[in-house]
Nanobody
Framework: QVHVVESGGGLVQAGGSLRLSCAAS????????MGWFRQAPGTEREFVAA????????YYADSVKGRFTISRDNAKNTVYLQMNRLKPEDTAVYYC??????????????????WGQGTQVTVSS
């Protein structure tokens, strides 16, 4: 079993930056990919970014390309999401998730087995 915990959310003005962290514990060697998803009130959870644990291959939603950067530190079993030029529409609860499957896509939430509790990001205009 893998356990993930997010941190780093908060309130920021539009145009500002935040860095989210996701620390994994447990059977971390079983992780193939880790991803970030977000969910605003009344909407479905949507893909934000993902990174493979081994090769560091990254994936991004079109809405965040060029503004968000996902990175990893395997020694710390931690994944980061650097969010720059934040917009009010980025406001959501951000969730970290881990996937042990090498097959399947990076963007589907159904490919991820272990989820954190989420961290709130609020961007004021």
């Amino acid at each position: 079993q893998v356990h993930v915990v997010e941190s780093g959310g908060g309130l920021v003005q539009a145009g500002g930056s935040l860095r989210l962290s996701c620390a994994a514990s447990g059977r971390t060697l079983s992780i193939y990919r880790m991803g970030w998803f977000r969910q605003a009130p009344g909407t479905e959870r949507e893909f934000v970014a993902a990174i493979t644990r081994g090769g560091g291959v990254t994936y991004y939603a079109d809405s965040v390309k060029g503004r968000f950067t996902i990175s990893r530190d395997n020694a710390k079993n931690t994944v980061y999401l650097q969010m720059n030029r934040l917009k009010p529409e980025d406001t959501a609860v951000y969730y970290c998730a881990a996937s042990g499957a090498a097959s399947g896509g990076a963007v589907s939430l159904y490919e991820y087995d272990n989820w954190g509790q989420g961290t709130q990001v609020t961007v004021s205009s």
